[in-house]
């Protein structure tokens, strides 16, 4: 059975950066798209980038292009979120997961990570 663990999130001031890492157990990650979603206190979960199996194409919401870039190394089957330019509104639980389609809604995605917080001070 896949497990898909987050780790690299804590405490950022506003302006600066940080990578989010995602470790994927098990065979076919390769064969995967993988998502990063997030999910602010009392706000639903909502997409933030996507990235096909073999890297070669990537999809974001509105309010982080240009800010954040996700890419993917299935060598060592992880998957990576490098947040720069951050804001206080970046706040939230970060999540990654695995779907078989080009998919933004959380529910085309069979595999969830824990999660890893991200807090943004001004």
């Known amino acids: 059975q896949v497990q898909l663990v987050e780790s690299g999130g804590g405490l950022v001031q506003a302006g600066n950066s940080r990578r989010l890492s995602c470790a994927a157990s098990g065979r076919f990650f390769s064969g995967y798209n993988m998502g990063w979603f997030r999910q602010a206190p009392g706000k639903e979960r909502e997409f933030v980038a996507l990235?096909?199996?073999?890297?070669?194409?990537?999809h974001y919401t509105d309010s982080v292009e240009g800010r954040f870039t996700i890419s993917r190394d299935n060598a060592k089957n992880t998957v990576y979120l490098q947040m720069n330019s951050l804001k206080p509104e970046d706040t939230a639980v970060y999540y990654c997961a695995r779907t078989r389609g080009w998919h933004i809604d959380p529910r085309e995605y069979d595999t969830w990570g824990q999660g890893t917080q991200v807090t943004v001070s001004p």
């Open positions: 990235i096909s199996a073999n890297g070669g194409t990537t």
